[in-house]
């Protein structure tokens, strides 16, 4: 079902010749052009408005931006300094002939910086803009959030060189750049990509005469996306603690349902933040939680409340999607479980999506393949039985900042991005019945690159798994998959006992490390049913047996 867009509703509800006021610091420059050319062809004006209606209006009660004070993401984990980031971009911005850029995309400010805050809910950034030219850096920011370590980190005082950060109030940003830019020849300014929206309309027009704008992907986007040695090693840290938060909360989880007490889609949404809340490095959860039982599993972006909040039952499955920030890594998983008896239907579904998700996981391929083009891997064995699903299959994820990340976007009609090392991303097909139940499994891969059997000096990708949790056996029928999906999955199921399993043991949660041990188990090529997915073979066996006593 199509939803009524914006300008839609406006053409149906307006005369001919009307206007629409708009803050143009609240829109982006491209939703600006898209509004104004829709309204347009109909004879309504788009307006910009000096000032916002609501806080003409809203006067009194109204809460203060957070006091927050921003900190510093320390090196560390960062894996590079915030004077070489600079370096970077300024190498882009001349390659471009550009004379300075502006940054708006606060996970923008934030990675090029090293520094982190709390203005945002499930975001680690500071509400900040910023200015890069070949000679300054100003940093726009309420100075209050900046304790003196940040100050300190940033070169603020007696900022006479060009690795120096000058410090300008928050408001004073479009006044400044109207300054600014008469010096200026050539200002990027950033073009919407995938989930930035780009340039504000005020940001844009704040940059005159119009000649001296340049709309282009922001720099940063693009070097942010890509994870050095430091920040993949924190990624794949993080998702291993992640694992343990996640296996140690499902053993409680079971074994309160099995005990008869009652858990509703609320309770086992703040369970799990709370287990996440226990790890090392935790800041935190990435996004609201969504957790879904039966028919509201059904809907991809559910997230429960009082009026919807449904009790856990066995005669469903349930979907947890799920995740946290960590000072080392942004972790999003999504697991669908059932703790009865799942139907043939259920299972069929669950084990097609699963056969999806390891078809786009197992794939090595030429560096310049498409985002698009992987993306009917997944998709393929549920449109083998006229089956699909309403939403992308992947999107990128930051390193301590958001969960939805810029540039990547696995879907068929996503854009031309290819895959680059250091790219993470999910891989999260699902299918939702209608009012019954719904199926999602998510997974962050890793882009690496893969040595191939024939080697005649071209690169080549693969894709490693960096979220480690075990799948639903009891879901599963393992007749539909082929033997290389159950190569892939007892792999899978292996480097989680290496892995999580020896770390479960070093935090003595030995109640999430049976449960995991109960969820991996070998999947034989002659096996027909879930039933005899515990038939080890030997190897296996071995590896089981050197993980509980802890000698690996």
């Known amino acids: 079902m199509e939803h009524e867009s914006m300008a839609d509703w406006l053409r149906l509800e307006l005369p001919e010749n009307a206007s629409v006021g708009v803050d143009p610091r609240l829109i982006s420059q491209h ?21 916002n209606l609501v806080d003409i209006i809203w006067t009194s009660e109204r809460p203060k931006f957070d006091s927050f004070k921003a900190f510093v993401h320390n090196e560390s984990f960062s894996g590079m300094a915030w004077t070489r980031k600079v370096e970077l971009v ?31 809910e499930y975001m680690p950034v500071v509400r900040a803009y910023a200015i890069l030219s070949m000679k300054e850096i100003y940093l726009f920011i309420n100075e209050s959030k900046l304790p003196y370590h940040v100050k300190r980190h940033l070169r603020t005082n007696n900022c006479f060189n060009e690795l120096c950060v000058r410090l300008r109030t ?24 995938v989930y930035d929206q ?72 703040k369970e799990i933040d709370r287990f996440r809340g226990e790890q090392r490095h935790s800041k935190g959860p990435s996004f609201t939680t969504i957790a879904g039982y039966g028919p509201n599993g059904a809907l991809p972006h559910y997230v429960p409340t009082e009026a919807t909040n449904l009790v856990i039952g066995n005669k469903s499955t349930f979907v947890l999607d799920s995740g946290g920030q960590y000072l080392d890594g942004t972790t999003d998983v999504t697991r669908t479980l059932h ?54 299959t992947g999107h990128g994820i930051g390193s301590f900042l958001g969960v939805h990340e810029s540039p990547i976007n696995i879907l068929y009609d996503g854009g031309n991005f290819t895959f680059h090392k250091g790219y993470f991303f999910s891989d999260e097909p699902g299918y939702y019945e209608e009012g019954q ?25 693969g894709f490693r798994p960096v979220t480690l949790i075990p799948y639903e056996p009891k879901l599963m029928n393992t007749a539909l998959l082929s033997k290389d999906q159950r190569d892939w999955l007892n792999y899978y199921n292996s480097q989680i006992r290496l892995k999580v399993g020896a770390e479960l043991k070093r935090q003595r949660r030995m109640r999430g490390f049976h449960w995991m041990m109960s969820k991996t188990g ?30 690996v």
């Open 198 to 269: 780009g340039v504000s309309r005020a940001v844009y027009t704040a940059v005159h005469p119009p000649k001296k704008r340049f709309l282009h992907i922001s720099p940063i986007l693009l070097l942010k996306a890509k994870k050095n040695n430091v920040e993949s090693y924190g990624m794949r840290a993080a998702h291993i603690r992640d694992a343990v938060a996640f296996c140690d909360f499902m053993a409680y989880f079971e074994k309160k349902l099995e005990e008869g007490v009652i858990w509703t889609e609320m309770k086992a949404a």
């Open 522 to 551: 070998y999947i034989p090529n002659h096996c027909s049913s879930a039933r005899k997915i515990f038939d080890f073979n030997y190897s296996y066996l071995l590896l089981s047996i050197l993980v509980y006593f802890g000698h």
């Open 437 to 461: 139940f719904g199926v999602r499994l998510e997974n962050i891969l890793e882009v690496e690159e893969r040595p191939t059997k024939h080697n005649r000096g071209e690169i080549f990708y």
């Open 170 to 193: 928050y408001e004073n940003i479009l006044k400044d750049i109207r300054t600014f830019c008469q010096q200026w020849t050539k200002v990027l300014l950033p073009a919407p990509c």
């Open 90 to 120: 300024r190498e882009v911005l001349r390659s471009l002939d550009a004379n300075a850029m502006v940054v708006t995309s606060l996970e923008e400010v934030a990675w090029l910086f090293n520094i982190r805050g709390y203005d945002i």
């Open 31 to 51: 939703a600006w052009d898209t509004l104004s050319r829709q309204l347009g062809a109909v004879g309504i004006n788009l307006k910009e408005v000096s000032k």
């Open 339 to 392: 703790f009865g008896t799942p139907t043939d239907f259920q299972k069929e579904v669950y084990t097609r999506v699963l056969m999806g998700s390891i078809q786009l996981a197992a794939l090595v391929f030429p560096v310049n393949v498409k985002m698009t083009d992987v993306d009917v891997l997944a998709r393929g064995p549920l449109w083998e039985a006229g089956l699909d699903y309403d939403h992308g």
